[in-house]
């Protein structure tokens, strides 16, 4: 899979431009603050709905401005697709895959498949479970609608029986429970299976990107920290269970405190932890790893790869990780941001350069 054009409109500091990629790799250049990683961020955004950098879809319309239209044509195995989504300040969102507006939000996902890394997704090794998380209900969801919806079912009945363990009334929260409880972990059942599948391949995966980019020199392992196993039914009945033995903890504390919105990875490079011991450099090469390994997922799941988006990723890493990096992603369209381009990074390859200045593609 491949993007042929990316067009913009009040898309950020973006008036009105279009972008056309090869399907290699593909430069993204110019000085800082021009709008290369505005461009790599609506790509993502065309491919799951949401932006990687905003909170809130209003923040990316262009300053004085009341509506912005960002679309991508992309061509896979099965033909080519066009994704448009069309922002308002004063409304919703409207998205339309081949001209078609399609109502729900989740109906995005698997239309154009991308991996975004950009200095944020340091996170992913640094920052809080949340993150993590997030990272595998994106790459979940562009693999499987039903993981999606499974995930949005899952977390309004979340809320609910957070809710109900609020309330005064005990006789009530004990009669109700129950029944929240096994909708509850027939979601939970579902999320927690795709994630060990998930993981199970990943982590040998990204394993091998890992000894590939710092030549053998450091080991990484992932574990998960859910303590679910087995079928979607054997997961639901272990929690449905858990909840019971943890019943009084949840109605003292006020919300649920097992689950799949309290799981995690642990990461260890050389059996130490990488996110107290790992340098920033080692750090973002575990987050980089993944990002390949889930590239390959994607791979063996659709039978081509995803679109690799590698925001200013290239200026952290010594010369060495960096031809390891260009060397490891050989075969799949790629879009590099940077503000300098070192030739012999790329020697002996063929190169879409895009200068980007002050929101123009420069000709």
């Not at 990316?6 to 431009?17: A, D, V």
Request: aromatic share 10%; charged share 30%; hydrophobic share 35%.
């Amino acid at each position: 899979m491949y993007i042929k054009k990316l067009t913009l409109n009040n898309f950020r500091n973006y008036e009105s431009e279009e972008l056309t990629f090869s399907n290699g790799i593909n430069i993204l250049f110019g000085a800082n603050a021009q709008g290369k990683t505005n461009a790599g961020e609506a790509i993502f955004f065309l491919c799951t709905g949401y932006s990687p950098r905003a909170n809130n879809d209003k923040l990316v319309i262009r300053n004085g401005e009341d509506r912005a239209e960002i679309s991508a044509v992309a061509s896979s195995s099965y033909g080519d697709v066009s994704v448009k989504i069309r922002f308002n300040k004063n409304d919703k969102k409207n998205i339309y895959i081949n001209n078609v507006e399609v109502l729900k939000v989740g109906e995005i996902f698997g239309n154009i498949n991308s991996v975004f890394f950009n200095p944020q997704e340091l996170k992913l090794v640094q920052e809080t479970p949340e993150d993590r998380r997030r990272f595998l209900n994106v790459s979940l969801s562009q693999m499987s609608k039903s993981y999606f919806y499974s995930l949005i079912r899952y977390n309004k009945i979340l809320s609910q029986r957070n809710n109900l363990l609020k309330d005064p009334n005990r006789d009530v929260v004990y009669d109700t429970l129950p029944v929240w409880d096994r909708q509850l972990t027939e979601q939970a059942g579902k999320i927690i299976r795709a994630r060990n599948e998930f993981l199970e391949k990943l982590s040998p995966i990204a394993r091998e990107k890992h000894a590939f980019i710092s030549d053998g020199k450091e080991e990484l392992v992932m574990k998960t920290e859910s303590g679910y196993y087995g079928t979607e039914e054997e997961i639901a009945y272990a929690m449905y269970e858990d909840l019971k033995l943890a019943l009084d903890k949840d109605i003292r504390l006020g919300f649920t405190s097992i689950g799949p919105h309290r799981d995690d990875i642990k990461f260890t490079l050389n059996g130490l932890d990488a996110r107290v011991f790992a340098s920033q450099g080692q750090q973002r090469t575990v987050a980089l790893s993944l990002k390949l390994a889930e590239a390959e997922i994607f791979k063996e799941r659709f039978s081509e790869y995803p679109i690799l988006i590698l925001d200013d990723v290239l200026s952290e890493l010594d010369k060495k990780r960096q031809r390891k990096l260009v060397s490891a992603v050989s075969g799949m369209q790629t879009i590099f941001t940077t503000t300098v381009i070192d030739r012999t990074v790329f020697k002996n390859l063929l190169v879409n350069k895009i200068t980007i200045e002050n929101g123009k593609v420069k000709k």
